[in-house]
């Protein structure tokens, strides 16, 4: 995509990153990666029938990406290993996070799942879990996150990105700024953390500070709601959290994109949602079922883009990251 013949609407589509029915390259797809122009797709267990099913349906999209004068295409996955696991036998079951015990271990998962990933055609890994669950927490997280304090948890968390990268795969690590001390479930509701910046900085945050040090490729934000930093909206739809402390105090330079906006912790219609995510400078929206929302989404980017030259100087800017990273992963990579 040729920066200065980029049109208005490959701007608009290159922030979205949209899941989809089906096993291989159908209407929907197409639709998704020539209609829209997405940035990328995500797979899950719906998408993947076996090793050879996978490579095959992510060739034949970055071929159509390529047949479409499109930049390649993340492909991205949950692949945390034990509870989120999308990809299953013949591919390397490991029991999840809870059960790395050594830098070893962590070693030893990130290049096996790299190397597993590559193998099929996928790029993206929305791993590892940098969420820091206390003992005192019953945490709906305590099944999905390295056990220990925060110094464990980045420990464990860097070897995992690290390893990911080295064999050419995006790490993105999650959920910023930190969901360990939640109780419910963010598919379901809309969790609230009464916390302030100052205890997030000194513990949950700490992990999300080396992972930007260890040049993470991206960084996802939480659905939940932190009143102390933003009374108003939760951190993947609220410019305080997004821009004002991950990019701008943390220095964050990477990807940030926001959960899946399907989850019920959204409370707001995709537009409303759609128009903060703009102003909060978050690069990649994810949107994981088919449905009108993946249509509104990109419609609204579209229109606010057009009618606001501010916003539009701002997705010039996400476009030129994810392309910069498209680039590096999936144009320069020799993986």
């Not at 015990?101 to 030893?108: G, I, L, R, T």
């Not at 969420?131 to 005192?136: G, M, Q």
């Not at 040090?213 to 739809?237: C, E, R, T």
């Amino acid at each position: 995509m040729d920066k200065d013949k980029t049109t208005l609407k490959e701007m608009a589509g290159q922030r979205l990153m949209l899941g989809f029915d089906g096993v291989e390259l159908n209407r929907d797809l197409k639709h998704i990666i020539n209609g829209i122009k997405a940035c990328g797709i995500i797979l899950f267990k719906r998408n993947i029938e076996t090793p050879e099913q996978v490579a095959f349906l992510c060739k034949s999209c970055q071929e159509y990406a390529k047949s479409c004068g499109l930049p390649p295409l993340f492909i991205a996955i949950d692949q945390e290993g034990g509870t989120v696991a999308r990809l299953q036998k013949p591919f390397t079951l490991f029991k999840g996070n809870p059960f790395i015990k050594s830098v070893e271990d962590a070693k030893h998962f990130a290049l096996i799942t790299a190397d597993e990933l590559h193998q099929v055609g996928i790029n993206m890994n929305f791993a590892p879990v940098l969420d820091i669950v206390p003992d005192s927490v019953d945490s709906i997280m305590k099944e999905r996150v390295f056990k220990g304090d925060a110094k464990r948890v980045s420990s464990l968390g860097m070897e995992v990105i690290l390893g990911l990268q080295k064999k050419g795969i995006m790490a993105v690590a999650k959920h910023f700024p930190g969901i360990g001390r939640t109780v419910k479930d963010s598919h379901f509701h809309l969790p609230v953390l009464n916390i302030d910046l100052k205890s997030l900085e000194q513990s949950d945050m700490l992990p999300f500070k080396d992972a930007k040090n260890n040049d993470v490729s991206g960084i996802m934000l939480s659905h939940i709601s932190y009143p102390k930093l933003d009374n108003k909206w939760q951190a993947s739809l609220s410019p305080f959290i997004a821009n004002d402390l991950l990019r701008n105090k943390m220095g964050y330079k990477g990807l940030v994109m926001t959960d899946d906006l399907d989850m019920k912790a959204i409370e707001h219609d995709m537009k409303t949602s759609i128009r903060q995510i703009l102003k909060s400078g978050i690069d990649i929206a994810l949107i994981c079922h088919k449905g009108p929302d993946i249509d509104i989404a990109y419609n609204e980017i579209t229109k606010q883009i057009n009618q606001n030259k501010n916003l539009y100087q701002a997705c010039d800017i996400s476009l030129q990251r994810i392309l910069k990273y498209k680039k590096k992963y999936l144009l320069d990579s020799k993986n």
